[in-house]
């Protein structure tokens, strides 16, 4: 007689204790607070620490552009010569000089003759080349140390170091030859221009206006003698 095959209960009270055991995992895994994102973090300091650097990067090529334009402040931006502005403190530094060391120095005040012709027949295009042109003539007329600057309109400054009265004079000569000798060819048209030169000693007591205002004075009594 075949034996009957028992099969195995199952609990179902074991049942529900594992599934009771399970769900509490599974809630606790939900309260549980969630792992750091390290590598989230990481990326985030990265990104600062990039977007830091690219600002000082900015901060520091702003810093160079306004050197430049404090710089170019001082710049006849046709000529390329000191303006006005940079020739004045020029001038203020080479008095603290001469008060200091006893250095000699002077200034000639250089005006074109008969610039304003040559704007009113060939124009301010030509006028500023002639400008340009006397500008290189009296740079090839003195050395490296010297200044040479644009006072305004056709009015030219010149700082001389280490020099006499009578070498002062000479200079101031020589240098009104230099723009009279400069013939500027403009639609097959030749310009030249002449020049007065007026000279002041720079002393230890002057102030910068008083040693322009006395080498502009010296400056229209050339002008009237050469007349």
């Keep these: 007689m075949a034996k009957s095959r028992v099969r195995p209960v199952k609990s179902v009270a074991g049942d529900a ?8 995992r599974a809630a606790a895994d939900d309260d549980a607070p969630p792992a750091p994102k390290k590598p989230a973090a990481r990326s985030a300091a990265m990104q600062l620490a990039a977007e830091v650097d690219r600002l000082q990067a900015e901060l520091a090529a702003a810093r160079v552009k306004v050197t430049e334009l404090e710089a170019r402040a001082d710049i006849d931006p046709l000529l ?8 004045e403190r020029e001038l203020r530094r080479s008095l603290a000089y001469v008060r200091r060391y006893g250095t000699a120095a002077a200034l000639v005040y250089l005006d074109l003759d008969h610039f304003k012709p040559v704007n009113d027949r060939y124009g301010h295009a030509a006028g500023d080349e002639v400008l340009k042109a006397m500008a290189a003539a009296l740079q090839r007329s003195v050395r490296e140390s010297d200044v040479v600057a644009r006072l305004g309109g056709d009015e030219f400054g010149v700082l001389l170091w280490n020099v006499s009265e009578s070498q002062t004079a000479a200079k101031a000569a020589e240098l009104e030859a230099a723009i009279g000798a400069t013939i500027l060819r403009h639609r097959g048209a030749r ?8 000279v002041a000693m720079l002393l230890p007591s ?3 206006a008083e040693v322009i205002a006395r080498a502009d004075l010296a400056m229209y009594a050339r002008k009237r003698a050469r007349r």
């Excluded at 204790?17 to 509490?24: K, L, N, P, S």
């Excluded at 390329?80 to 020739?87: K, M, V």
């Design 191 to 198: 310009i030249s221009v002449g020049a007065s030169a007026g």
């Design 17 to 24: 204790t594992r599934g009771f055991a399970q769900g509490r």
């Design 80 to 87: 390329d010569i000191l303006n006005r502005r940079g020739f």
């Design 206 to 208: 002057d102030a910068p």
